[in-house]
C-alpha cells in the first residue's frame, strides 16, 4: 500500500526566513497531494493541495512542487512569520483505497520572531 | 454553513467502559472517515463510510471499534472495554465527493478521549 514518509520532524527557522517541507511517496499512481496545518490543539485545516498533472502551485507565501518521476513533493513556506508555528502533514491516496488518505508523521514548524 | 461537529470534545472513561464517538459532516457531505492521532504523532486513518455503509474499515482494530453512519443522525465511533492504550485523539472529516476526486477533506475539532 501507499507509504507516506515526511521530513524534517522539526524544522526552526527565524521569522522571514524560508521553511521547506519534503514528502515521498510509493504509489506511482497517486495523483492528489494535499497538505495541512495544525496548530497546537485545533484540527488540521488545508492550507494548499496539488494534483499530479501540474508541477507546481503557489497560493501568496505558500508553495507546493511536485516531482513525479522521483515520487516527491515539497512545502515551500517564504517569508515566515510567528503566525506560521504549527504542525504540517502531507498526505497522498492510499493505494487501491475508495478514498482515503494516507498521511505523514508531520514536521512541527517553529517561528522564531 | 457549520463544519465539521464533533462531540463530545473531552471524554474520560476507565478501563473496561465503553466510549461513543459522535461526528456530523458537513451540510451536503455524504462521505464521513474517522482518523486517531496519538500525542505528537501522525493521522492514523480508520474507516471511510458513506451513509449507512462502511466502504474502508482496513484502519480498524479488528476488536473493540466499530463505526457507522446510519441514514438519519451523525457518525458514530464506538469503542468498547476501553484499554489505556486507546486514549488519542479521534478526527472526523468530511467530504462532499469521493476522495480525492474532488474537494478537500474538512476535519472536525476532535475528540480527546482520556483512558484511566
Known amino acids: 500500500g501507499e507509504n507516506v514518509e515526511q521530513h524534517p520532524s522539526t524544522l526552526s527557522v527565524q521569522e522571514g526566513d524560508s521553511a521547506v517541507i519534503k514528502c515521498t511517496y510509493s504509489?506511482?499512481?497517486?495523483?492528489?497531494f494535499p497538505w495541512y496545518k495544525q496548530e497546537l490543539g485545533k484540527r488540521p485545516q488545508l492550507i494548499i493541495d496539488?494534483?499530479?498533472?501540474?508541477g507546481e502551485k503557489k497560493d501568496q507565501r505558500i508553495a507546493v512542487t511536485l516531482n513525479k518521476t522521483a515520487k516527491h513533493f515539497s512545502l515551500h513556506i517564504t517569508e515566515t512569520q510567528p503566525e506560521d508555528s504549527a504542525v504540517y502533514f502531507c498526505?497522498?491516496?492510499?493505494?487501491?483505497?475508495?478514498?482515503?488518505?494516507?498521511f505523514g508523521k508531520g514536521t512541527k514548524l517553529s517561528v522564531k520572531p | 454553513n457549520a463544519g465539521v461537529m464533533q462531540n463530545p470534545r473531552h471524554l474520560v472513561r476507565r478501563r473496561g467502559q465503553e466510549a461513543r464517538l459522535r461526528c456530523s459532516p458537513m451540510?451536503?457531505?455524504?462521505?464521513v472517515y474517522w482518523y486517531r492521532q496519538l500525542p505528537e504523532e501522525g493521522l492514523k486513518f480508520m474507516v471511510y463510510?458513506?451513509?449507512?455503509?462502511?466502504?474502508?474499515e482496513s484502519g480498524m482494530p479488528k476488536e473493540r471499534f466499530s463505526a457507522e453512519f446510519p441514514k438519519e443522525g451523525p457518525s458514530i465511533l464506538r469503542i468498547q472495554q476501553v484499554v489505556r492504550g486507546d486514549s488519542a485523539a479521534y478526527f472526523c472529516?468530511?467530504?462532499?465527493?469521493?476522495?480525492?476526486?474532488?474537494?478537500?477533506?474538512?476535519f472536525g475539532e476532535g475528540s480527546r478521549l482520556t483512558v484511566l
Open positions: 472529516a468530511s467530504s462532499q465527493e469521493q476522495m480525492p476526486d474532488t474537494g478537500e477533506l474538512f
Open positions: 504509489d506511482s499512481a497517486s495523483n492528489y
Open positions: 496539488i494534483r499530479s498533472n501540474v
Open positions: 498526505a497522498a491516496p492510499r493505494a487501491g483505497s475508495q478514498g482515503n488518505l494516507i
Open positions: 451540510k451536503g457531505h455524504s462521505h
Open positions: 463510510l458513506q451513509k449507512e455503509n462502511i466502504i474502508d
